[in-house]
């Protein structure tokens, strides 16, 4: 063979398989694999897939048959090209995969992404090789790290992934059996990870898990530390100027994780917290273990803590059971609660979950509707939030060139995205933006020359950002310090919030 191999990922679903088909690119990188961006031009795919819902599951298959045609054209001109299967369809399915598509060669689950070198060595020597096991050796202690380089060119915000699985067993969900019960990494390593993307310019990260806020990691003495004091611990890791996290379970958020939104400068006033129903009959039948009042009074907690906190949720439609009345309390919820973006799904029977096996399944028809409605009260909130940015400055993170030439995009606080006219070279750094426009989903905005946090000498390109000396948008808070305008979290590469159906969000 010329070159080296040639790697292709492709990653549904959430940002936790975001992070990990990058661990797997990197762990292949030693073994000679450089990743493509052409399918076609491939040796090596790997399909990273989602089980959430029944729609991500089949998009595997129908993408698998693409797959096998590519597979099918490279033997045409006596090329092998190897096809794996990885996340939570592989943990799920197992073998069934093979039998479904005989063109697999490798279906591994999410734990063993560290053993893919070795499955694909026996793979190629001939015959499938398939590993679901939940094995007691740690993954991230045997996955690659990325090259400097690597990390360079993946920008300048990134996921680390600090816990998986769940306990929570909320019964429309396969998290649970998918990514199995909950674990979290060790503090140290978690830091090890922030100071290395760091020091290859990384200058925000969110840390990510199935149900983050459930975070209990070893701390340097042993003994377990919370998600509040983990943050607190990578905040202090030089360079790194934001932190997020994602995605939690109301019934997880400490009063020292709402009092870190209000004490600790780098962490960003946002949080998804999923809310999946505003009605406490269906909350109850989905093992949620909290009611509506809790989670509007937690809320309220927020934002007293931090008052521009910018909120958004996750909801499901059409569970089991769901009349008009309880939809009418979801639908009130989601215009009472000043969302700055939400997420909704159809409610889609999982194998496996208690939620299956309940009397009462809906009409998808009536799903549909009700999604609809609910969309269009999530768009209203949305739009409203970004409405109530116009004329503010909002300190933003530039993270990529834009579509067009002297244009680039950024994050707000909020993680709205932000779009510019200024030089690439300001790509990394963080300036206060004026914000002048608004589309559904981006705000427009222009250079702030100077101020009070970014002292600057008037050149536009100048480094500036908040340093870390007080909350990055202080000075913008409304008098007041006034109720959030609610906010629009949007596509990209964290957590996209478009209030379509469509999957990001991790989990909880
Ligand atoms: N059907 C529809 N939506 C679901 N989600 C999780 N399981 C299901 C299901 N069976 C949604 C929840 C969760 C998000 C990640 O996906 O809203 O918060
Ligand atoms: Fe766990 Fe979230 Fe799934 Fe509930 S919805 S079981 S909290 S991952």
């Avoid at 661990?23 to 076609?40: I, K, N, V």
């Avoid at 958004?312 to 969302?339: M, N």
């Avoid at 399944?361 to 909130?381: G, N, P």
């Avoid at 629009?488 to 159906?501: C, Y």
């Amino acid at each position: 063979m010329k070159g080296p191999a040639k790697l292709f990922v492709k990653s549904f679903g959430c940002q936790m398989n975001v992070y990990d088909s990058q661990r797997m690119a990197d762990t292949l990188a030693p073994q000679g694999y450089a990743e493509t961006a052409a399918a076609e031009d491939a040796d090596l795919i790997i399909l990273n897939t989602c089980h959430i819902r029944e729609k991500a599951a089949e998009k595997v298959y129908s993408e698998l048959g693409r797959m096998r045609r590519l597979k099918e054209a490279a033997a045409a001109d006596g090329r092998r090209v190897l096809i794996a299967v990885a996340g939570c369809v592989a943990q799920a399915e197992g073998e069934e995969i093979v039998r479904r598509a005989p063109a697999v060669d490798v279906v591994v689950g999410s734990q063993n992404y560290h053993r893919l070198p070795d499955l694909i060595a026996r793979a190629k020597s001939g015959g499938h090789a398939v590993d679901t096991d939940f094995p007691l050796d740690d993954k991230f202690e045997r996955l690659a790290a990325p090259s400097r380089a690597k990390t360079r060119a993946r920008g300048v915000t990134a996921f680390v992934t600090v816990q998986e699985g769940c306990d929570k067993f909320c019964t429309f969900c396969v998290v649970p059996f998918t990514r199995g019960v909950e674990t979290s990494r060790p503090v140290e390593k978690i830091v090890a990870e922030a100071e290395q993307l760091a020091g290859a310019g990384v200058r925000e990260i969110t840390l990510i898990g199935q149900n983050v806020n459930a975070y209990h990691g070893a701390g340097a003495n042993g003994s377990a530390r919370s998600l509040a004091q983990l943050l607190e611990r990578v905040a202090q890791v030089r360079g790194i100027e934001r932190l997020r996290y994602a995605t939690s379970h109301p019934l997880d958020m400490d009063d020292a994780l709402i009092a870190a939104h209000r004490d600790l400068p780098a962490l960003m006033p946002q949080l998804h917290l999923p809310v999946q129903s505003g009605s406490d009959r269906i909350l109850a039948a989905m093992n949620r273990r909290h009611t509506r009042a809790d989670y509007l009074d937690l809320i309220s907690r927020l934002r007293e803590s931090r008052p521009d906190m910018a909120l958004t949720s996750d909801f499901i439609v059409g569970f089991p059971g769901e009349t008009e009345s309880d939809f009418a309390a979801t639908l009130r919820l989601a215009e009472e609660a000043g969302f700055a973006g939400a997420f909704s799904f159809k409610y889609s029977p999982r194998p496996g979950t208690r939620g299956a096996e309940m009397a009462d399944q809906m009409d998808e028809t009536e799903k549909s509707e009700r999604l609809y409605r609910l969309q269009e009260a999530i768009e209203r909130s949305q739009a409203a939030f970004n409405r109530g940015c116009v004329g503010r400055t909002l300190d933003v993170l530039f993270e990529r060139p834009g579509r067009y030439p002297e244009q680039i995009v950024g994050r707000s606080p909020y993680l709205q995205p932000v779009q510019i006219e200024a030089p690439a070279s300001m790509i990394g750094e963080i300036a206060p933006v004026t914000i002048t426009e608004v589309a559904s989903n981006s705000l427009f905005g222009a250079l702030e020359p100077c101020s009070v946090s970014s002292p600057c000498n008037g050149e536009v390109g100048e480094p500036t950002g908040p340093a870390r000396s007080g909350r990055p948008d202080d000075r913008h808070s409304e008098p007041g310090g006034g109720q959030t305008p609610p906010r629009t979290a949007v596509g990209g590469s964290t957590l996209p919030f478009q209030g379509r159906d469509k999957t990001a969000s991790v989990g909880a």
